[in-house]
């Protein structure tokens, strides 16, 4: 079992930037690769970004790509999310996700997820 818990969620204006953390408890934080996800209302959950389990491969949704950077530190057993040039389209609920094994584009192959955390951009 892995507990996972999003922090750094907020109010912004389009333009600014946010720095969302996930920290994960239970086993091997470095086993896992790591995904962040976002719910805006009335939508599906769809992929932001993933990393592999030692840090070294990431990827992007296109919508995201140039702004937004995932990150890990399997020392402190958490999974970083900076966005930058933020626009009111990124307004959601953005989860972490855990998965047991390789990376993966899609919400239902992983395992644990968090609770999320709000993300605001006003224009």
């Known amino acids: 079992q892995v507990q996972l818990v999003e922090s750094g969620g907020g109010l912004v204006q389009a333009g600014g930037s946010l720095r969302l953390s996930c920290a994960a408890s239970g086993r091997t934080f470095r086993n896992y690769a790591m995904g962040w996800f976002r719910q805006a209302p009335g939508k599906e959950r769809t992929f932001v970004a993933h990393?592999?389990?030692?840090?070294?491969?990431?990827d992007y949704a296109d919508a995201v790509k140039g702004r937004f950077t995932i990150s890990r530190d399997n020392t402190k057993n958490t999974v970083y999310l900076q966005m930058n040039s933020l626009k009111p389209e990124d307004t959601a609920v953005y989860y972490c996700?855990?998965?047991?094994?390789?990376?993966?584009?899609?919400?239902?192959?992983?395992?644990?997820w968090g609770q999320g955390t709000q993300v605001t951009v006003s224009s």
């Open positions: 996700a855990a998965r047991s094994s390789g990376t993966s584009y899609y919400a239902t192959s992983y395992n644990y």
């Open positions: 990393i592999n389990r030692s840090g070294g491969t990431t």
